[in-house]
């Protein structure tokens, strides 16, 4: 009887859910978190086993086996079909639906009324020279992006954050972004473009250290044809517009974006702005600072 009771109790040990490791945590704020869910399946499995029936841990995971989108709770395979090199440290990577130790979160490009796949900007970390003769890579994830190639595959979930875009719920939106942060203004941006019935103006401002950092500028090129969208560069390593292809020269400003561009950006809108800012924590704060300066109010951007 008790070797009996100590098979039982092993049992519902082996399904007990596993404590994510710290690494596993991308520390991006994501709601729920891989912990928020740990502690969840935890309950669930303390239930079942208070109650000796199994069966409440099988009916979740059918439910689970359901799925055929992404979800924030659960982590699906999806299938990379697509891996680009964009820059010398950028990918876009094209995941369709069909035990990682890390975990980071990467913002999609590809529009909200994308079926059946998505994409994602990722930029890699390089190596880093220490005291002459040492390298260290500075991103694990880095090297695990690095390693992909197509028809493999990757587990993820999602999306998350606060940012909703409705189609004209603003005359004009205001575009900041530093170079991934480039991502979110793309799926907007594409989203706006997509719908017909969508008549809200665009301002973009990318800012990259050179003209070779920008990314996908075939498709922002695409973007600026229409006619409720405006596209602008800000190079801070480039120094003469002799060196740029002559249909990215007057859309160019170099140095780096600061609050004179900003109020002129402004003002140079068609209609009242709303600014979406995404960047790096030091943009981010300061573009939140240029915007207040040349007129908005705090309720009139949102930062990523």
């Not at 208070?50 to 359901?66: P, T, V």
């Not at 079909?81 to 590809?110: F, M, N, W």
């Not at 006619?227 to 560069?233: A, G, P, Q, V, Y």
């Not at 002559?246 to 974006?257: A, D, I, M, N």
Request: glycine letters at 6%; a negative charge.
């Amino acid at each position: 009887m008790h070797e009996r009771e100590d098979d039982d109790e092993e049992a519902w040990l082996q399904l007990r859910p596993v404590e994510p490791l710290p690494s596993q945590c991308c520390g991006s704020g994501c709601s729920p978190c891989v912990f928020d869910l740990y502690h969840r399946d935890l309950a669930r499995w303390e239930a079942a086993r208070a109650s000796k029936d199994r069966h409440l841990l099988s009916e979740e995971e059918e439910s689970l086996s359901c799925f055929s989108e992404l979800k924030p709770e659960t982590f699906l395979a999806f299938r990379i079909s697509t891996v680009d090199k964009l820059t010398k440290d950028t990918y876009r990577v094209r995941g369709t639906v069909d035990d990682l130790e890390i975990q980071r979160a990467y913002t999609p490009i590809s529009p909200a009324s994308a079926e059946g796949y998505f994409e994602v900007l990722i930029k890699v970390s390089r190596l880093t020279p220490i005291l002459s003769d040492t390298c260290y890579q500075t991103g694990l994830m880095s090297r695990y992006v690095e390693s992909w190639k197509a028809g493999e595959t990757a587990f993820w979930r999602g999306p998350f954050g606060d940012f909703i875009y409705k189609p004209n719920q603003h005359g004009e939106l205001l575009m900041l972004a530093a170079g991934t942060g480039l991502a979110p203004m793309v799926s907007v941006l594409q989203s706006i473009t997509d719908n017909e019935e969508d008549e809200t103006f665009v301002t973009l401002v990318s800012c990259f250290k050179t003209f070779e950092d920008i990314y996908l500028k075939t498709l922002l090129q695409e973007q600026a044809c229409f006619w409720n969208i405006r596209t602008f560069f800000v190079l801070s390593q480039e120094k003469s517009p002799e060196q740029l292809p002559w249909s990215y020269r007057e859309k160019t400003r170099f140095g780096r974006l600061g609050q004179g561009l900003i109020g002129e950006l402004v003002d140079s809108c068609r209609r009242r702005p709303f600014a979406l800012v995404c960047g790096s924590a030091e943009f981010t704060k300061d573009m939140a600072r240029y915007l207040l300066c040349a007129g908005l109010t705090e309720d009139s951007y949102f930062l990523f």
